[in-house]
């Protein structure tokens, strides 16, 4: 079977798009695997299938796999890579869509300027049980997170994915293989998390470093900007708009608070189109 896609990313963090409107082929989680191995398939962070609307205030419903073949419900840099395609496909001809996410989000994607898309998502969610995180206790900004012989202070939220937040003094040195896989799988996560190590530069401007569950290390994660802007603001040490500057390049954010939507603004691109015998 010939399986047609493109190749996209988003601050380095890279996609492989799928257009299940016009090609209907769903893979299994080993051809996933097999495509996302940068050795013996074509590589990539995850896999992006855009599929016909699901609800009638809905243009397109949006699906994300991560490259160890599970199903991830949200992916920012994802979204703004969703709407460069459908775009550049004549899926459709609207500059502002609207587009559902296997955990149930509506999203509203918008060109936002030369090589620019945003993406307004709804509010993040601090709730324990939500996120989700096997702890009783809830509605904390910060936590004191058992790790072997130490205690690690983090964050915790979900904006359509899991996200533990530590912040870090140096970037540079921030330990992201050594303690990205343990909190990753930590039991405190039962669906394992994001793990994103934040070094606060000023109140309008951090640095991050993400490993992303299912795929490691990555040179942008959207959701996890989000994620950071969101434990940040709730702490009171951000302001409204900040800079998030990651090994890929930067997003702008902005969140107002409790209650509001968050955007995120950054670019989409195409790398280049194939063909795959599965």
């Known amino acids: 079977m010939r399986l047609s896609f493109t190749k996209m990313h988003g601050l380095g963090n890279d996609f492989v798009v799928l257009d299940q409107v016009t090609q209907p082929v769903y893979l299994s989680q080993k051809q996933i695997r097999g495509l996302a191995d940068r050795h013996r398939g074509i590589g990539f ?57 296997e955990d149930g989000s509506l999203l509203d994607i918008f060109h936002a300027g030369p090589g620019l898309v945003g993406v307004e998502m709804e509010g993040p969610v601090f709730q324990t049980p939500q996120i989700p995180v096997t702890m009783k206790h809830h509605g904390q900004h ?63 401007h951090v640095a991050l470093r993400v490993f992303e569950r299912g795929v490691g290390e990555t040179q942008a994660c959207g959701t996890a900007a989000c994620a950071t802007i969101a434990v940040g603001r709730a702490l009171g040490w951000l302001d409204e708009k900040v800079r998030v500057i990651q090994p890929g390049g930067m997003l702008q954010l902005r969140w107002r608070g409790q209650g509001a939507n968050m955007v995120m603004i950054g670019p989409a691109q195409k790398v280049f189109e194939g063909v795959v015998e599965l």
Request: hydrophobic fraction near 40%.
């Open 142 to 204: 910060l936590y004191q997170l058992p790790l072997m012989d130490d205690i690690i202070e983090v964050g915790l939220v979900s904006v359509g994915n899991p996200h533990c937040i530590v912040w870090v003094p140096d970037i540079r040195t921030a330990p992201v293989r050594e303690l990205g896989p343990m909190l990753c799988q930590h039991a405190w996560f039962p669906e394992q998390v994001n793990v994103s190590f934040v070094e606060l530069k000023s109140r309008n």
């Open 45 to 101: 962070d995850q896999l992006i299938y855009v599929e016909a609307p699901i609800r009638p205030d809905a243009d397109f419903h949006y699906r994300v796999f991560n490259a160890d073949g599970k199903e991830a419900g949200h992916c920012g840099n994802g979204a703004r890579c969703f709407y460069r395609f459908v775009r550049d496909k004549q899926l459709t001809w609207k500059r502002r869509i609207k587009v559902t996410t």
